[in-house]
């Protein structure tokens, strides 16, 4: 009797956690749907100005999509040669002894709260930036990007390094057999052996990067227009919600907007979050 | 000759892009913590903010996370624990584990800021708690769901199976057997995974933003249907709200210093945990 008890309160443990995932998707679509439709499918997403303020709101979300994008590649272009980079290192080059201060010090960076970055971000970085490039604010893509792309190497330099370290070291025998040196057999045995799983940590990368909020919204400098230069600010997708969800009314037509976007980003990174995981399972 | 050069040059930026990464975490650390001790004392710990947050301390923020990280964690960990047994022990391989592992992918890549919305939507609007605690507790507690999951699973898979069956042929029921031998052997995994939950929690500002944090109160909250201050949400407030940035910007950096401090010392706790625990198996 206890038995079979037992056995269903773990299996309704297992309903209640797929029924939190059904009632996020729920909760997000219920508002942000109806929003996106009344505002027009084409207009919400193609439209050029974000203005919820004004007597006659804009509800163009193209310039946060821009934003959006721009300050994910920023930050790739930045982590991508560091994480993987460092992924070989460890995997490759470091001693074990050396490997085991390394790791640690990556994950200790993987567990900084997102605030702690913003602060850094606007209160050091930024203004250090003013000095060196003369520029009028520092709070622009520039400084996202960059503290958005060391908050994103963990994850990246974590799983390429798991794909490198699973490369089989007959092949890395092989390739010394023929006198190739240490670099040669890096770059023509072992990371096309392991190029699947580094892309699949690369779109992991991105997916989080693209939701990332706290260091958008601190560092980001928060104009909704389409960035003319790299030190120019920008606004995110995920910036906008945290900024103006707060002095919404309940219902308004904003409060739906607002979760619009919220539809459009869980759908960007559902897309990340599969394709990460079909490269993965599948090991192309 | 040329292809020495090319090896020297690409062995040299591996090394240099790995100094790179960890003297920019070294760095930031440094920054954190030469700035933050300037203001940190027995005051700012222990008294409330005075004079809007230009003066004073941070208690009610310190108990406010606490409250906040210890609801989550009461409400995920039976959840999480329950379910990660269900994945090892009773599910077959069928739709329904793949059903749950999908979950569980999609529930720890969903962006913080869209947990914040269903926070928004579910609790606070349409259950009717309000900006609160318990809205913002809940809605943490469904963020760091997949992690409790993750590691469980992990620590009850470890368990050898001839624990199971010695169990077995002692005549122990199955679900005995989970909860009276598989479980203590696991525990200490699972705590590590809980652990670093609490970290994960306790640092998190997006998903407390509409639902459960307040700028400024010089009051602890009563119950846990009352908005609270917390860590994270605190250094935010400093940084973009008020008028006053010469006092409020050490204050943030005294604050990120005090939510570092707690959330290095779960982690170095979990690792201790971890550690000690090699060294006991004997098996």
Same mark, same amino acid.
């Given at each position: 009797?206890?038995?079979?008890?037992?056995?269903?309160?773990?299996?309704?443990?297992?309903?209640?956690?797929?029924?939190?995932?059904?009632?996020?998707?729920?909760?997000?679509?219920?508002?942000?749907?109806?929003?996106? %439709? =009344?505002?027009? !499918? *084409?207009? @919400? #997403?193609?439209?050029?100005?974000?203005? $919820?303020?004004?007597?006659?709101?804009? +509800? &163009?979300?193209?310039?946060?999509?821009?934003?959006?994008?721009?300050?994910?590649?920023?930050?790739?272009?930045?982590?991508?040669?560091?994480?993987?980079?460092?992924?070989?290192?460890?995997?490759?080059?470091?001693?074990?002894? %050396? =490997?085991?201060? !390394? *790791?640690? @010090? #990556?994950?200790?960076?993987?567990?900084? $709260?997102?605030?702690?970055?913003?602060? +850094? &971000?606007?209160?050091?970085?930024?203004?250090?930036?003013?000095?060196?490039?003369?520029?009028?604010?520092?709070?622009?893509?520039?400084?996202?990007?960059?503290?958005?792309?060391?908050?994103?190497?963990?994850?990246?330099?974590?799983?390429?390094?798991?794909?490198?370290?699973?490369?089989?070291?007959?092949?890395?025998?092989?390739?010394?057999?023929?006198?190739?040196?240490?670099?040669?057999?890096?770059?023509?045995?072992?990371?096309?052996?392991?190029?699947?799983?580094?892309?699949?940590?690369?779109?992991?990368?991105?997916?989080?990067?693209?939701?990332?909020?706290?260091?958008?919204?601190?560092?980001?400098?928060?104009?909704?227009?389409?960035?003319?230069?790299?030190?120019?600010?920008?606004?995110?997708?995920?910036?906008?919600?945290?900024?103006?969800?707060?002095?919404?009314?309940?219902?308004?037509?904003?409060?739906?907007?607002?979760?619009?976007?919220?539809?459009?980003?869980?759908?960007?990174?559902?897309?990340?979050?599969?394709?990460?995981?079909?490269?993965?399972?599948?090991?192309? | 000759?040329?292809?020495?050069?090319?090896?020297?040059?690409?062995?040299?930026?591996?090394?240099?892009?790995?100094?790179?990464?960890?003297?920019?975490?070294?760095?930031?650390?440094?920054?954190?913590?030469?700035?933050?001790?300037?203001?940190?004392?027995?005051?700012?710990?222990?008294?409330?903010?005075?004079?809007?947050?230009?003066?004073?301390?941070?208690?009610?923020?310190?108990?406010?996370?606490?409250?906040?990280?210890?609801?989550?964690?009461?409400?995920?960990?039976?959840?999480?624990?329950?379910?990660?047994?269900?994945?090892?022990?009773?599910?077959?391989?069928?739709?329904?584990?793949?059903?749950?592992?999908?979950?569980?992918?999609?529930?720890?890549?969903?962006?913080?800021?869209?947990?914040?919305?269903?926070?928004?939507?579910?609790?606070?609007?349409?259950?009717?708690?309000?900006?609160?605690?318990?809205?913002?507790?809940?809605?943490?507690?469904?963020?760091?769901?997949?992690?409790?999951?993750?590691?469980?699973?992990?620590?009850?898979?470890?368990?050898?199976?001839?624990?199971?069956?010695?169990?077995?042929?002692?005549?122990?029921?199955?679900?005995?057997?989970?909860?009276?031998?598989?479980?203590?052997?696991?525990?200490?995994?699972?705590?590590?995974?809980?652990?670093?939950?609490?970290?994960?929690?306790?640092?998190?500002?997006?998903?407390?933003?509409?639902?459960?944090?307040?700028?400024?109160?010089?009051?602890?909250?009563?119950?846990?249907?009352?908005?609270?201050?917390?860590?994270?949400?605190?250094?935010?407030?400093?940084?973009?709200?008020?008028?006053?940035?010469?006092?409020?910007?050490?204050?943030?950096?005294?604050?990120?210093?005090?939510?570092?401090?707690?959330?290095?010392?779960?982690?170095?706790?979990?690792?201790?945990?971890?550690?000690?625990?090699?060294?006991?198996?004997?098996?």
């Amino acid at each position: 009797m206890k038995d079979t008890f037992f056995k269903r309160i773990t299996l309704f443990s297992s309903y209640l956690t797929i029924g939190f995932l059904i009632l996020i998707v729920f909760s997000i679509f219920k508002e942000g749907i109806p929003g996106i %439709l =009344k505002i027009g !499918i *084409k207009e @919400f #997403i193609f439209g050029r100005y974000w203005a $919820p303020y004004l007597d006659t709101p804009q +509800f &163009g979300i193209y310039p946060l999509i821009v934003g959006s994008i721009f300050a994910t590649l920023g930050a790739l272009i930045v982590s991508i040669p560091l994480g993987v980079g460092t992924a070989i290192y460890v995997a490759e080059i470091a001693n074990p002894k %050396l =490997k085991e201060i !390394i *790791k640690p @010090f #990556i994950e200790i960076l993987a567990g900084i $709260p997102s605030v702690i970055f913003g602060l +850094f &971000g606007m209160a050091f970085l930024g203004p250090l930036f003013v000095r060196l490039f003369n520029i009028s604010t520092g709070l622009n893509l520039f400084t996202a990007s960059i503290i958005l792309g060391i908050m994103v190497l963990p994850i990246i330099s974590s799983i390429s390094e798991d794909a490198i370290s699973s490369v089989p070291k007959d092949l890395r025998e092989a390739s010394y057999a023929l006198g190739a040196n240490r670099w040669e057999t890096i770059i023509f045995v072992v990371l096309p052996k392991a190029r699947v799983g580094i892309i699949s940590a690369i779109v992991l990368g991105f997916g989080r990067a693209i939701g990332e909020t706290m260091v958008v919204l601190m560092v980001a400098g928060g104009a909704s227009r389409i960035p003319k230069s790299i030190f120019c600010p920008v606004r995110t997708m995920t910036a906008t919600i945290a900024a103006e969800m707060g002095e919404t009314m309940v219902g308004s037509l904003h409060f739906k907007a607002l979760f619009g976007i919220g539809v459009v980003l869980f759908i960007i990174t559902l897309i990340s979050i599969m394709l990460s995981e079909f490269m993965r399972l599948k090991k192309v | 000759m040329k292809r020495r050069l090319f090896s020297f040059i690409g062995i040299n930026f591996l090394r240099s892009s790995t100094l790179l990464s960890i003297s920019f975490i070294f760095f930031l650390i440094s920054i954190i913590i030469l700035k933050g001790f300037q203001v940190i004392n027995w005051e700012f710990i222990t008294q409330p903010p005075k004079e809007f947050m230009t003066k004073g301390g941070i208690f009610p923020a310190i108990v406010g996370t606490f409250y906040l990280t210890f609801l989550s964690i009461i409400v995920a960990s039976p959840i999480g624990i329950l379910t990660g047994i269900f994945l090892v022990e009773y599910s077959r391989k069928n739709w329904f584990l793949s059903l749950i592992k999908i979950t569980i992918g999609t529930l720890s890549g969903i962006p913080s800021i869209i947990f914040a919305l269903f926070g928004l939507a579910i609790f606070v609007v349409l259950f009717r708690f309000g900006v609160s605690i318990l809205s913002g507790g809940l809605t943490l507690a469904v963020m760091i769901l997949p992690t409790i999951i993750k590691t469980t699973e992990e620590a009850i898979r470890t368990v050898p199976d001839n624990f199971r069956e010695a169990a077995y042929a002692l005549g122990a029921k199955k679900s005995e057997t989970i909860i009276k031998v598989v479980l203590p052997v696991a525990l200490p995994n699972i705590l590590t995974g809980i652990i670093v939950s609490v970290g994960r929690a306790a640092g998190e500002t997006a998903p407390i933003l509409f639902t459960a944090a307040t700028f400024y109160t010089r009051k602890l909250p009563k119950s846990i249907f009352e908005e609270t201050m917390a860590l994270p949400y605190h250094i935010y407030a400093l940084m973009t709200e008020g008028t006053q940035a010469k006092s409020q910007v050490p204050i943030a950096y005294g604050t990120a210093l005090v939510l570092l401090a707690l959330v290095f010392l779960m982690n170095g706790f979990a690792i201790f945990i971890r550690y000690k625990m090699r060294r006991g198996k004997k098996w």
